[in-house]
């Protein structure tokens, strides 16, 4: 935690103004045990900004005629039980299908364990209603992995083969590729690192999802796929693919969603953007209206992509004859406020005698969950892991991301509604 900032994991970052050649910096280490410092070459995960490209390669195959936006999936996707999800639902996060990985936690996955893009389907195929009202936003990975399988379907072939032909290649993204297997050798590949006590620790989890992240590229990459993308934004006149794909309201307001992309159409501020978070790794790119491009590119895990890119921009904003170096120079040195991570688990201690309150399952989420009581206290119980939970109203407690609500007495639990960020509205039952 002490060491020289050179002697830490760091930053990549990209700031292309219209008519200027790009700018770019880089910081720290991409590997800590080798002291390998980040470089032009170093690819980094850059987790759901991947899900520009998954969504752009939907729109080749609708203009191509191998699929239609506003057919139902479940003619590509036979395993699909909600029937009248559309295409175009999928890839604006209007399904109401929940996101699996926040159901594989509930079954009590840990951080280390290892599942596949399959594993997450089948819970997606499980599902038969949809979590939210039809229409509404519900941003949930699993979308982008069932894209993922109807891109296959409709091209037989992988998606990462079908990516370096469409867009990679064509484009001169040549250190950009997909991740399909956690033994897959990624050229340049930097590790990320959480900042533990006096030391660090690896942050990577064995697990690789194309189609909603797992992405790994470099900051000029990207800026070749922006360029891009850019193109279309000209030629359109409006919204990057907008006249294919209408953009509707998102999760965080006032941005839209619409292919992959958030987009902000306030005057003065019309942009498209995305924030990607994974296993550490974090980074953010953004384009706006008069072609201005930022990328940002984390291997650690308390430095967020989205926070150094909006100080970027704030600094142009502020001072647009600032060289563009001292620009990220000022972004890098940066460091948000430390989150303290709300403490759930707990061992038994002194908490006096344990009360089984029951199990518990739901037909929509794997595994079995346990209610027990204790000193007045509730406490959820999943492959052997504790949850304390806070009472926040007559029948409502708040746990590690989730909130529980009672349809009974405390004492007497028969059912109750948990609500996860990406996965609300599962119904538990005694067992």
């Known amino acids: 935690m002490n060491a020289p900032r050179d002697e830490q994991p760091g930053l990549s970052l990209l700031l292309h103004r219209p008519g200027e050649e790009p700018t770019i910096l880089h910081t720290g280490l991409a590997s800590l045990e080798h002291g390998l410092p980040i470089g032009p070459d170093t690819t980094f995960n850059v987790g759901s900004v991947a899900k520009q490209i998954t969504a752009h390669l939907i729109l080749l195959a609708a203009h191509d005629d191998l699929l239609h936006l506003d057919q139902q999936a479940a003619d590509l996707l036979p395993r699909l039980k909600i029937s009248d999800v559309t295409v175009a639902d ?108 006096n030391d660090w620790w690896h942050t990577e989890a064995p697990v690789t999802l194309p189609g909603p992240g797992t992405l790994w590229t470099t900051a000029s990459d990207l800026n070749r796929w922006l360029a891009h993308l850019r193109q279309y934004w000209q030629c359109e006149h409006q919204l990057p693919w907008q006249n294919a794909l209408a953009y509707h309201p998102s999760d965080h307001q006032p941005y839209l969603y619409g292919p992959g992309l958030y987009a902000d159409t306030r005057p003065g501020r019309v942009g498209v953007f995305h924030y990607g978070h994974e296993q550490g790794f974090s980074a953010a790119t953004h384009l706006d209206a008069t072609g201005l491009r930022v990328i940002c590119l984390s291997n650690n895990a308390d430095i967020a992509a989205d926070y150094i890119t909006a100080a970027i921009l704030r600094g142009l904003g502020e ?47 794997p595994g079995s969950l346990r209610l027990t009581r204790s000193a007045g206290t509730l406490h959820l119980w999943r492959r052997g892991t504790q949850d304390q939970l806070t009472q926040t109203g007559p029948a409502a407690y708040v746990g590690n991301g989730y909130t529980l609500t009672l349809t009974g007495s405390a004492d007497q639990v028969h ?17």
Do not use: W
């Open 90 to 197: 999928l890839v604006t996060h209007r399904s109401g299908i929940r996101d699996a990985e926040s159901l594989l936690s509930l079954a009590g996955f840990r951080e280390l364990d290892h599942y596949t893009a399959d594993d997450l389907r089948t819970l997606a195929y499980r599902q038969d209603q949809r979590a939210v009202p039809k229409g509404r936003f519900l941003y949930s990975n699993t979308n982008y992995l069932l894209l993922a399988e109807i891109l296959e379907t409709v091209h037989h072939t992988t998606l990462p083969e079908l990516a370096r032909h469409r867009v990679f290649g064509p484009l001169g993204m040549h250190t950009t590729h997909f991740k399909t297997d956690p033994h897959q050798v990624i050229p340049g590949a930097t590790s990320a690192y959480q900042a533990a006590h």
């Open 319 to 365: 001072h647009p004859e600032l060289d563009p170096k001292v620009v990220l120079r000022t972004a890098a040195t940066l460091r948000p406020e430390p989150k303290v991570a709300a403490r759930t688990q707990h061992a038994n201690g002194n908490r006096g005698p344990e009360v089984e309150l029951g199990t518990f399952s739901c037909d929509q989420a």
């Open 415 to 431: 059912s109750f509604t948990l609500d996860l960020d990406r996965a609300p509205g599962l119904a538990y039952v005694r067992r």
